[in-house]
């Protein structure tokens, strides 16, 4: 039985005897002016390789603040969190830098709405007639027949540089693909990513990892096909600070894969085996206006990661400190504190000077001199320690 999806890919992509190879690799539409595809069988002219005159892909699409690239054009790329770790603001700022380029973005989402998308567009800055003229925004909601495949190939024929496919999960859902079946995987790419990928575009998904941090490793949720056909980068973002409006939101950007070997160079060795390439910064002001960076990772001198860690302490010790007094019947002196928290004294009443500071503690005059500590208000989950920020 002949299903829409078959007929779409017959029309789209020639027969489905073909067959897609493990990386997806090199295929053209059935049904345009582009080339034909590629005589793969016949040996490679390995001329430019043997004379040194070849150079391997570069990341030239997106950039870090300090302008080293993103992502590798023409290539599958991929940026993998939990929610909320900020890979729509992620994407979202290499789109905006194309376009700022001068370039075409296509946007092919499964997950948000046009409002979503374009208003955080406008919130980082982008100017109304450069989205409405270069940003191609696509919300699919049934499956690609012809008619659709040959929408899409009218943006692919306008050149775009960057195509963000939003939410795997829910686009192979759509196309009744099955995610933890490697051939499906491998279908969903054939019927959609490689198109995208042929066009010219670095072509970017945006997926989630499983919820389980020990058995994540570096693959996103679904087949390990998902991270052995790609053919460029992909990243894990690991969140630190939550996003949201009037807050600062901070991911650490790290490196799962990067098949060209062009990008792990320019970051910085992890014990995770996965090199961190960046910090993704969002500083919410309103909703109407954030200001997002993706700053280069820095090695930490000495100096400053003993100041860290005597930072991370003291923190550790006031959360101690704060659950001492709120477990005390009546306010407590110093010694009194002392001898509910463990730890060096001085650091204790390091704790308890920043704590009065900062006004979480309040003291009032006790008996024989004594001064004596009680909390302003109960303890929240926004006493506890900060989580680390480095690698």
């Known amino acids: ?17 073909e067959g897609p190879p493990d990386d997806w690799g090199d295929a053209t539409p059935a049904d345009t002016d582009r080339e034909p595809v590629p005589r793969t069988w016949a040996p490679q002219d390995l001329r430019s390789v043997l004379d040194g005159s ?92 012809p008619v659709d495949a040959i929408d899409l190939e009218g943006v692919l024929q306008l050149g775009p540089t960057l195509a963000i496919v939003d939410g795997v999960t829910e686009g192979m859902s759509l196309f009744g693909l099955e995610l933890k079946d490697n051939t499906d995987i491998a279908k969903f790419g054939r019927l959609l990513l490689r198109p995208l990928m042929n066009s010219g575009a670095a072509v970017v998904t945006l997926d989630h990892v499983v919820k389980s941090s020990e058995n994540r490793g570096r693959y996103s949720i679904g087949g390990v096909h998902k991270l052995n056909g790609l053919n460029g980068v992909m990243y894990m973002l690991e969140n630190h600070r939550p996003f949201g409006i009037g807050v600062t939101g901070k991911s650490i950007i790290r490196v799962a894969k990067d098949r060209p070997g062009q990008i ?50 003291i923190g550790k010790l006031k959360s101690k400190v704060l659950e001492a007094l709120a477990g005390a019947n009546a306010p407590l002196p110093g010694k009194g504190i002392e001898d509910r928290v463990a730890g060096r004294a001085v650091d204790v009443r390091r704790a308890v000077a920043a704590l009065v500071d900062t006004g979480r503690i309040t003291t009032e005059a006790g008996p024989r001199g004594a001064v004596l500590h009680r909390l302003t208000a109960p303890v929240t989950q926004r006493d506890e320690p900060p989580e680390e920020d480095a690698a």
């Open 264 to 313: 792990r160079k320019n970051g910085l060795s992890h014990s995770s085996g996965m090199h961190w390439y960046a910090d993704l910064v969002v500083k919410s002001e309103t909703q109407e206006y954030a200001e997002a960076h993706l700053y280069a990772p820095r090695e930490r001198d000495p100096e400053d990661r003993e100041a860290d860690e005597d930072e991370k302490r």
């Open 54 to 145: 070849y150079r391997p892909p570069q990341p030239t699409v997106g950039r870090r603040d300090d302008g080293v690239g993103l992502f590798y054009p023409g290539r599958m790329n991929s940026v993998a969190s939990e929610s909320e770790a900020g890979k729509t603001w992620f994407a979202l700022i290499a789109c905006l830098q194309e376009i700022n380029d001068g370039h075409h973005v296509l946007y092919v989402d499964f997950e948000d709405d046009a409002g979503g998308v374009v208003g955080r567009l406008l919130c980082l800055g982008g100017v109304p007639a450069d989205i409405l003229e270069r940003f191609h925004y696509v919300r699919p909601e049934n499956q690609m027949g």
């Open 1 to 17: 039985m002949t299903t829409d999806i078959d007929q779409a890919m017959d029309a789209y992509f020639g027969p489905e005897g």
